[in-house]
């Protein structure tokens, strides 16, 4: 029997953990500290979307989100809310959920995605669209997977761009990539692919690592995989995971940001910066300009 030998075994067990904790944590170290692409660009974000949100209400624009009933749906409802920086925003999703603690300006909308042409009209004048759909990592390698993080996504994108959408933001995955041997990096990979040749005036595409949250519907293989992430979370916040609240606050902050950049893509670590919770991965900010020299400056346009 084993347990008679456990003073050979547990040594070598004991060993081996302490060995992979080792090398996992180098992972999360060097992850951590990866160097953000164009990190500039991430790190303005939040103080531009602080400055510019009483510009940016004044506008009256108007949005979408489709498939506000998941996770970052219902947080992106949520900033959405507190923001009102949308004098209007259509909900499309297929299935309704509890709006009374949300503003009058929501509309929600029950839709057939397989018949998504003949809701077009819940489309016209939007100028500002939000796409988190997406299914569980349980449908991966399924119909409902390509069906639901491909197909409906691109039909939508369709629709709002020809009823007049101009900023186009999408959730996406981190590793997408369309010549992936991973079905589900490519099935997401080709999906951002032809959102680009859409030519939306702005599209950005988010691409979050392990989302965390607490989910509405209990599963419980997520509830001992999101137990399991959270250490990791705690020790190196940006490496792998994203709370579903900071994709949320980060979708909003760049909507509100004005830039000439016509398409962003922002990795997970990214997504951190831009909703303002990983500052320390930005560069230090040159003093201000006083207000006599930038009287006469022009002030940088809304991104519509």
Known sequence: MLWFKCDEILPGVSLALLYV???????????????????????KIPLSAEENIENFRRKNYSAFVVGYSGEVGRHLLEALNRAKVFNRVVLIGRRTINLDHIGPEFEQNVVDFNLLEDYANLFKGLEYGFCTL?????????????????????????????????????????????????????????????????????????????????RAEHRPGDTIFQKILRPVAYFFPTAVTLPVETAAVAMLNNA??????????????????????????????????????????KEPESDL
């Open 134 to 214: 997406g299914t569980s990592h349980g449908s991966i390698q399924s119909a409902e997977f390509v069906r639901v993080d491909h197909d409906y996504v691109l039909k939508t994108a369709e629709i709002a761009k020809a009823n007049g959408c101009k900023h186009f933001s999408v959730v996406s995955s981190n590793g997408a990539d369309r010549n992936s041997n991973f079905f589900y990096r490519r099935a997401k990979g080709l999906m951002e692919e032809t959102l680009k040749v859409m030519h939306f005036q702005r599209l950005s595409i988010f691409r979050p690592g392990v989302l965390l949250c607490d």
């Open 256 to 297: 509100i940001t004005p830039t000439n950049r016509t398409l962003d893509v922002f990795e997970n670590k990214a997504i951190h910066v831009v909703a303002g919770m990983a500052q320390q991965f930005c560069p230090p900010q040159e003093p201000k300009i006083s207000e006599e020299k930038t009287a006469n400056k």
């Open 21 to 43: 904790a080792l090398c996992l944590s180098g992972i999360f170290i060097y992850m951590e500290n990866e160097v953000i692409e164009d990190v500039e660009n991430s790190c």
